[in-house]
Each structure stands twice: as C-alpha cells, then as structure tokens.
C-alpha cells in the first residue's frame, strides 16, 4: 500500500510511465571470458610492493564459473603466503558502451577495488587506481601466467606478485 495515500480517498495519481533500459545481449566480447572457466592451482612469489612478506612463496587456488545469464564470471579464489591468506571475491563482465572489461574485486582483509581493462590475442590487462594485473594465457589456455603490479603515484610500478598458473578442471 502507499503509505502517501490516504484510504478511502481514491487511487493514487497516475505516474508517468518510466523508461525501460535497453536490457544487454550476449556478445563475441562475452565468450572470450570462457578462457577463465575452471579451476585453477597457482604458484609464485611475492614481490618487493608486498613489503616484508616480498619473496614469500604463494600457493593459490581459484575457480570461474558463469554466473546465470552468461553476461559475468564469478571468479573466488584463496592466495596463501607464510602464516597470511587473502581470499578474494571478483565479478568480471564487458560494458559494451565503453568497450573494455571490467572487475569488481573484495577481499578478506577489507579491500573492495574496480579494474578496467582488455584484451588481445590472449593477453588480459586490467588497471585500477593502484594496482594493475598482466594476464596471459598458454599452452591451448591451460596455463596462466599472473603479474600483479603496485603503484602509490602511478608512476612508479613494483612487483605485487607472479603466480603461474595450471587449469586442473
């Protein structure tokens, strides 16, 4: 019920009609996501933008899937590195007025960052305000190679981490 309407005093005005926004379709932009479907089991190594932890070692897992609707990949994956965790929650899509893609990132330890970003001929790259990350896939996209990058000016990049990646589902 309307509660700025009072009852017994006939319906409510009419609202103008709203505009419908155009609803997405799939695109060849969409499938290039599917690279990413899978499980993942990665290793590397952190770099010197990781501060004290820099040369830890890194285990990591990470599973994709399509979310429903084939527009977005949920991307959930957990890094270890010495006593430390960060499991990580991404959403990738493609915003087709702006013709790049995107990812949506939340983590454990608090963080929530946008990246934008594209790819070519197999090669992802995403940049955020801070951070940016080099996808790259080989061996029939079997293989994934991962450098992260940290910047406070950006300017000045340094090593987040490297992780070589191996798809095992």
């Not at 957990?78 to 493609?94: A, C, H, K, P, Y």
């Not at 090669?123 to 994934?144: C, D, I, K, P, Y």
């Not at 950006?154 to 798809?167: A, F, P, S």
Request: charged residues 25%; proline residues 5%; negative net charge.
């Amino acid at each position: 019920m309307d509660p700025s309407h009072e009852v017994g005093k006939g319906p409510p005005a009419a609202m103008p009609q709203e505009t419908r926004e155009q609803a997405p379709s799939l695109g060849p932009e969409h499938q290039r996501l599917e690279t990413f479907i899978g499980e993942w089991k990665s290793e590397g190594v952190l770099g010197e933008a990781a501060g004290p932890q820099a040369r830890l070692k890194v285990t990591a897992d990470a599973h994709y899937e399509w979310l429903p609707g084939g527009f977005f990949v949920l991307h959930q994956g957990v890094m270890r590195f010495g006593e430390d965790r960060l499991e990580s929650t991404q959403i990738l899509g493609f915003d087709a007025s702006t013709g790049r893609y995107w990812i949506r990132l939340f983590d454990n330890h608090g963080f929530a960052r946008d990246y934008e970003g594209q790819e070519q001929d197999g090669v992802w790259h995403f940049a955020g305000a801070h951070e940016r990350v080099t996808m790259s896939f080989e061996n029939a996209n079997q293989q994934l190679n991962i450098h992260w990058e940290q910047s406070d000016d950006g300017v000045t990049w340094r090593l987040l981490c490297d992780l070589k990646g191996t798809r095992v589902h």
